[in-house]
């Protein structure tokens, strides 16, 4: 009676096993977004090329390793029902096979056949996406990692930013491709915007590249997918992928020196005579440091911080105030400015459009 109660125990578990997957897949699938979402991270839902043969990929793997399962499964289930304890059988071993070629030729022919499979499929796709030619007329960015933000750098526009890296829709018409080139300032990142393309890594001394051509406008997000220290987990991402016309003006903005603005020249000498002009760039300023992100069109930026909080005078205040407050073990040091300096130079920093 025992060894049918755990027969029975097996089965019923292996039952709610698979159910629990089947439920899950398709709870899973369900909830996708259909392309209403430009705000989600679902490989799933790709919007450029790279994203899309990722995913096709991903799906082909999936349906094949899917039938295996069910395979094993269905085999597992036979053999514990087939060969399952009987009370008649007063603890006799069933017969015994001790050897069959056609088994051996298949359980080894089967397994070689779809890794062959997998690896081309996989490899077709790996040489399209690494290997793809840049065309004429393509954007051209280095992306740089730092700890713990993101610099991105126009080289032919003459723009550097951070943070929030806008690119222009690729209308199949006239495609219009983004490359990054990916570079480390320090440690190992990793860029990663799903819906975009596929992870690719930033090593010191070892550029690397990806591309893009977003095929609908949106904000995508993304993640650095590497732990590169204690801020690793915000190290966002935020791809604006513009139409050509808003592309165009972002450019022209982006090109432009910083906003004079005689209402706060108080803020500016604040800012000027500390060591925030050591660390970060304002164009026209005397202020061109390289450690941090450059300021310059610092409130045409949806977030602060690599995307840790909302640019909003408030979170701006505590950033300069007290980084450790927004993002623990933030290299930015603490100002430790009187509140009036404070407040004059967070007035300053909201004209910086």
């Known amino acids: 009676m025992s060894m049918l109660k755990m027969?029975?125990?097996t089965l019923r578990f292996l039952a709610q096993t698979m159910l629990l997957l089947f439920w899950s897949a398709m709870a899973g699938w369900a909830s996708e977004p259909k392309g209403s979402s430009p705000h989600g991270t679902n490989i799933f839902a790709p919007a450029s090329t790279p994203a899309k043969s990722i995913a096709d990929l991903s799906v082909f793997v999936l349906v094949i390793t899917g039938i295996i399962f069910v395979v094993v499964f269905a085999l597992l289930v036979y053999s514990v029902v087939k060969f399952r304890g009987r009370a008649m059988d007063a603890g006799r071993e069933p017969v015994q096979v001790y050897g069959s070629t056609q088994i051996e030729l298949a359980w080894t022919i089967i397994p070689i056949l779809i890794v062959v499979v997998l690896f081309l499929a996989t490899a077709r796709v790996i040489h399209a996406i690494q290997d793809a030619p840049e065309p004429a007329g393509a954007v051209d960015v280095a992306v740089i990692g730092h700890q713990y933000w993101w610099e991105f750098r126009y080289p032919e526009l003459g723009i550097a930013t951070a943070n929030?890296?806008?690119?222009p829709v690729s209308d199949p018409s006239h495609p219009t491709p983004t490359f990054l080139q990916l570079l480390s300032a320090d440690t190992d990142h990793s860029f990663w915007v799903p819906e975009l393309a596929g992870k690719t890594d930033l090593i010191p001394n070892h550029p690397n590249r990806m591309w893009v051509d977003p095929q609908r406008t949106g904000v995508f997000l993304?993640?650095?997918?590497?732990?590169?220290?204690v801020q690793h987990a915000k190290m966002l991402i935020r791809v604006s992928v513009d139409g050509?016309?808003?592309?165009a003006a972002w450019v022209r903005t982006q090109q432009k020196p910083a906003l004079e603005?005689?209402?706060?020249?108080?803020?500016r000498r604040v800012f000027e005579s500390n060591a925030c002009m050591n660390c970060h760039t304002v164009a026209g300023t005397p202020a061109d440091g390289r450690f941090g992100p450059d300021?310059?069109?610092?409130?045409?930026?949806?977030?602060?911080?690599?995307?840790a909080a909302q640019n909003t005078r408030q979170n701006l205040r505590l950033w300069v105030q007290n980084p450790s407050a927004i993002k623990p073990g933030s290299l930015m040091p603490?100002?430790?400015?009187?509140?009036?300096?404070?407040?004059?130079?967070?007035s300053y920093m909201e004209t910086l459009r």
Not at 297 to 306: G, P
Not at 334 to 346: H, I, R, W
């Open 7 to 9: 027969k029975s125990s």
């Open 164 to 167: 929030e890296l806008h690119i």
């Open 222 to 229: 993304g993640q650095c997918a590497q732990y590169c220290g």
């Open 244 to 247: 050509p016309e808003d592309f």
């Open 261 to 267: 603005d005689p209402g706060v020249a108080a803020g």
């Open 295 to 307: 300021l310059t069109h610092l409130m045409s930026r949806a977030t602060i911080a690599a995307g």
């Open 334 to 346: 603490a100002m430790k400015l009187s509140d009036a300096d404070l407040d004059a130079v967070v």
